[in-house]
């Protein structure tokens, strides 16, 4: 069975940080790529972030570049999603996902977590 459970959200405000972590189970994160998607109010599923498997190369939403960070670590079979200078335009649901950050898409998603920036 493959999971994937998304934690680190919550109530931030303007200009703080959050780190959210995707715990994945029952594959082996190495051999999948890793996206982090969001959806806010109103607004379709947007993709925010992803690192591929083959290269370690990375995409970020404009919006994202220069304040989100994305990694794994493949011990754990954990990836993160590291926010800085948090805006109220980044509140949504994340989600993670496993699969390809190519054309192949994503296999796997977990429920997601909730972030609200709001003072």
């Known amino acids: 069975q493959v999971q994937l459970l998304e934690s680190g959200g919550g109530l931030v405000q303007p200009g703080g940080s959050l780190r959210l972590s995707c715990a994945v189970s029952g594959i082996t994160l190495q051999y999948y790529a890793i996206g982090w998607f969001r959806q806010a109010p109103g607004k379709e599923r947007e993709g925010v972030s992803c690192i591929s498997v083959f290269d370690g190369s990375t995409w970020y939403e404009d919006s994202a570049k220069g304040r989100f960070t994305i990694s794994r670590d493949n011990a754990t079979n954990t990836a993160y999603l590291q926010m800085n200078s948090l805006e109220p335009e980044d509140t949504a649901i994340y989600y993670c996902?496993?699969?390809?950050?190519?054309?192949?898409?994503?296999?796997?998603w977990g429920k997601g977590t909730l972030v609200t920036v709001s003072s």
């Open positions: 996902a496993a699969g390809g950050c190519d054309l192949g898409g994503m296999d796997y």
